[in-house]
């Protein structure tokens, strides 16, 4: 592993732990994060985020400038010049003899982050600092190798980016959740028969955050086939659980001459490429989850990577539920939306690892999902993983003009206000179907963190938006 090349001063800690030759003269830049003193020599642990690994850096006594450095403490930011040496300690196979070591930028005894392992709440009231610890450093490496996956995934695959808008007229899932969008004076808006005059705002029209790129991506889907889209999504949902945020990543793909069937297969595959690569190129951060935050998670990842994941109907499902015998705070009977309780039970107790539910009643599913023959329930699919639940919503869609236009009066939505969308019926419609991953939700299963907030480098959720 070489330097980076733009980079001709000093070294990724990353890529000086694993020199096959060592270097002669080596300089590292970074956060320090423990300090310890003997009486001839000081051990420095430095870390640059490029690793999970510091590098440990031994200052001895009689080092030029040793004396400036006893006030060195936990958090100060320093350059260190040395000569890369087979470690005799344990737990590394380099460190670094310095011949210099400067101070960049100096810290005080009252750094937040100490060396005691501070609990994931705490650490969420000091948003901006909690990167430089082991488990934050790890979470958001892993996020970054995901994001790079879900596009070799897709691109890999022929599928075309589409980077629908994120200020949109329209409520994809019809759950109204959107934050508005707006250059109208709060205090004294423009009205108009007594109502507020939307029209007179900047776009012509109520406008908001979008909860979904998915009617967008529908129009692109029935002209280049295949596409996905991977962009924020904003829901103000008011529901303060471990699972949802405000503002979170989705990805969601969508396919022409698809059936529900092959939508599952697509979402199957993808699901298990990103576990295949987190623990490829992930592996030392897995370690560090599976040691410290959630023992298992490697084995679990592993299965999921070797078996086929289970399918049952929505009726098949509330079945299962119904015989439990459990006692869930939400009654279950056959037309109520699964509640985390009751999505956790049939991944983690009946089928023990991921779990496609299709099938579902038309009323607890949006408008757009393919009406099924029976008249009661549509093409739809959830994926539910272990300790998370629903990681991934998906459907075929409605590709029926009539059917979806009876639907769309039936739920109360203007067909007029979504002809744009109707068009693609109307002309060269197809069979078409896709989901959204949620990507916080993934990264949870995948890291084995319990709540959404520790996945977010700035989590949105009710009350708090402050870094
Ligand atoms: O099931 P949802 O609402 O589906 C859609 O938005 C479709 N338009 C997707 C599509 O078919 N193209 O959301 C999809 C996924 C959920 O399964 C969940 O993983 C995640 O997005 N999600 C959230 N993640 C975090 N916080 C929230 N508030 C979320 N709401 C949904
Ligand atoms: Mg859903």
Known sequence: MKKNSWRTDCWRIVDLLRVAEPPENVRVQGWIRTVRCSKEVMFLAVNDGSCQASLQVVVAVDMPGFDALSQLGTGACVAVNGRLVASPGKGQDWEVQADGVSVIGATGDDYPLQKKRHSF?????????????????AVFRVRSQMAHAVHTF???????????????ANDCEGAGEMFRVTTLDP???????????????????????????????????????????????????????SRHAAEFWMVEPEIAFADLAMNCRLAEEFLRYMVVYALEHC?????????????????????????????????????????????FSFPVEWGCDLQSEHERYLTESVVGGPLFVTDYPEGIKAFYMRRNDDGRTVAAMDLLVPKVGEIIGGSQREERMDVLVAKMKSVGIDPQSLDWYLDIRRWGSCPHAGFGLGFERFLMYVTGMENIRDVIPFPRTPGNARF
């Open 283 to 327: 592996s030392e951060d897995l370690d560090f989850f599976n040691r410290f935050v959630a023992p298992g998670l490697i084995e679990k990842l592993e299965a999921v990577v070797g078996a086929s994941f289970s399918t049952m109907t929505y009726t098949e499902a509330v079945d299962q539920l119904l015989k439990s015998g459990q006692n």
């Open 187 to 241: 205090e004294n808006p423009p009205m108009a028969d007594g109502r507020i005059a939307w029209h007179e705002d900047f776009f012509g029209a109520k406008t908001g955050l979008t909860v979904s790129g998915q009617l967008q991506g529908e129009l692109f889907a029935t002209a280049f086939s295949d596409i996905y889209t991977f962009g924020p999504t904003f829901r103000a949902e008011n529901s303060n659980t």
């Open 121 to 137: 709440e705490f650490l969420r009231s000091i948003a901006h600092l909690r990167p430089r610890t082991n488990a934050y450093g």
């Open 154 to 168: 897709f691109q890999e695959r022929g599928f075309i980016n589409i980077h629908t808008p994120i200020i949109t």
